[in-house]
């Protein structure tokens, strides 16, 4: 199919095989923008076909953006290295008539692991992402953390995609770390203030909508892990946004 897959990566040696072959069964091209790996992720690419293109990171949009200036298909799926095409995915992507199709994207269904753990409760699931897209008339929001594809007409498939988002419940925490650290950085680039009181309040309000509003007090122990690791990460990133204003106030003194 006349459709070009792009990945953006940093050290996914581990990952990139699998996501790879998966795009493989649906794209006649795959572009892969590295953000300067460390390890042998950009080897394993080129000698699966793909082209790679390296860019220091720019930000989840902007490097997401990048490599779609380089597709020769006017159809884009952007997947990410930890993500694969379920086989009612394939399918379903196999039996679109892009050529003549009146939506700008579709979006899938993700299911969302830890290991082989497949985490459902509090709105981990179905996880609507778009994932395929026509370049000319969608794409990514130039949000340097968590941006996601925009478009007038975005339609649904009921198919699915793995993400394997978390190898554990150690990379799990780590990860909060790590994405807490963009993200504060990412708010402070945009001017957000916060208050001494912020993280607390947002930590609060994370766990309440997990809890209720997405029902994970009656979803057992998958639902409580969702709605304490939310209200972790909304409080680090705004404690840690908290930390850089009052370095920089420190700085300018």
Request: hydrophobic share 40%; proline share 2%; glycine share 6%.
């Amino acid at each position: 199919m006349m459709i070009t897959a792009t990945i953006i990566t940093l050290n996914e040696a581990q990952n990139i095989r699998d996501c790879i072959l998966s795009v493989q069964q649906v794209c006649d091209e795959v572009i892969v923008v590295d953000s300067l790996s460390s390890d042998n992720t950009v080897d394993i690419a080129r000698s699966l076909g793909a082209t790679v293109y390296q860019q220091e990171y720019l930000g989840d949009g902007p490097q997401k953006a990048f490599g779609v200036t380089y597709a020769k298909n006017s159809w884009i799926l952007s997947i990410d290295a930890d993500e694969r095409l379920e086989e009612d995915a394939v399918s379903a992507i196999r039996n679109l008539d892009l050529d003549n199709s009146r939506c700008d994207g579709y979006s899938f269904k993700r299911r969302n692991y830890v290991g082989q753990h497949w985490i459902r409760a509090a709105g981990f699931y179905p996880d609507r992402v778009v994932r395929l897209y026509h370049k000319d008339r969608a794409g990514y929001l130039p949000k340097k953390a968590h941006s996601s594809v925009a478009g007038d007409n975005l339609c649904q498939l009921n198919a699915h995609i793995e993400h394997f988002t978390y190898e554990n419940y150690t990379h799990w925490v780590e990860r909060i770390n790590a994405l807490s650290s963009r993200d504060a950085w990412a708010m402070y680039q945009r001017g957000v203030k916060v208050h001494r009181y912020t993280p607390f309040l947002h930590a609060t309000a994370g766990l309440i909508r997990k809890l209720v509003f997405k029902g994970g007090i009656f979803q057992g122990l998958d639902g409580l892990t969702v709605a304490i690791t939310t209200a972790f990460h909304g409080y680090m990133k705004y404690i840690k946004l908290l930390e850089i204003h009052q370095s920089s106030k420190t700085e300018k003194e």
